[in-house]
């Protein structure tokens, strides 16, 4: 069975960035799992709550609605302080994700490119870093054996994707994005889904008039970086995050 894995930095990314994919996918069968790395406790909008906890609490929610809404197969938050991806331990948090993936076993990893995505988040360039590494090691008899004395067995996944973008935005720090290789163009029921998804984190609904009007701006499509192939080929154009997938 085809499976696709989604690595987060906060709950709400998995659908202003990947939800049209990630429904896709689901709609064809692919068995789509998202590991979300921080519950968003730091948040600026905070939506009434009143402590860091309430606020992941309720944002664990609104990820699960938002999960659902976009036929996610499983997801999941885990606890590391959203705000201080930067400042956790590299080797620990990299084989936290290693062990997500020699569990789950996906044909195709994505995740956000280092640069942080258009928004520039720290957070976001530091899962994208922490993934890329697991994405790699999980294939390695010699990175966490510990892991594989313990039931599990080394995997390689067969694709690493960076979703990126074909603009910047201006009141933002610079960023430097990959080259878009691939295009998953939304039908119009798809983005309307998308946007539904995101909208179920109303803890951030200051967010909502500007993630509307940015996204149906910048049309229906869905870019990605393909950063890593267990394939060595020439860079190509694609329209399916599962061309060329073997078993
Ligand atoms: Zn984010």
């Not at 789509?32 to 309720?58: I, M, N, Y």
């Not at 510990?146 to 009141?171: C, P």
Request: glycine share 6%.
């Amino acid at each position: 069975m085809p499976r696709l894995l989604c690595f987060t930095a906060h709950p709400d990314d998995e659908a202003g960035a990947f939800g049209g994919t990630l429904l896709r996918c689901a709609t064809r069968g692919v068995e789509t799992h998202v590991v979300c790395l921080t519950p968003g406790q730091a948040a600026t909008h905070r939506g009434g709550a009143k402590s860091d906890e309430e606020l992941a609490a309720v944002r664990r929610r609104e990820f699960a609605a938002s999960c659902q809404m976009l036929g996610v197969s499983h997801g999941a938050v885990l606890e590391y302080p959203d705000g201080k991806l930067d400042r956790q331990d590299f080797y620990a948090v990299v084989d936290d994700l290693t062990r997500h993936i020699r569990q789950i076993r996906p044909q195709v990893i994505m995740t956000i490119g280092p640069e942080g995505g258009v928004t520039a988040h720290t957070d976001h360039s530091m899962a994208a870093i922490f993934a890329t590494m697991a994405f790699h090691w999980a294939a390695r008899s010699n990175r966490y054996a510990e892991q594989l004395h313990n039931g599990l067995a080394v995997h390689q996944a067969q694709k690493l994707y960076y979703v990126t973008a074909l603009f910047t935005l201006a009141d933002r720090q610079p960023i430097s994005l990959s080259p878009s290789t691939t295009t998953v163009e939304l039908e119009p029921q798809e983005l309307e889904t998308k946007i539904s998804a995101f909208k179920c984190h109303a803890s951030q609904a200051p967010l909502f008039p500007y993630f509307e009007a940015t996204v149906r701006k910048r049309g229906r499509a869905e870019l990605f970086h393909l950063a890593a192939s267990a394939t060595p080929h020439r860079s190509q154009s694609e329209t399916d995050l599962f061309a060329g997938i073997k078993g």
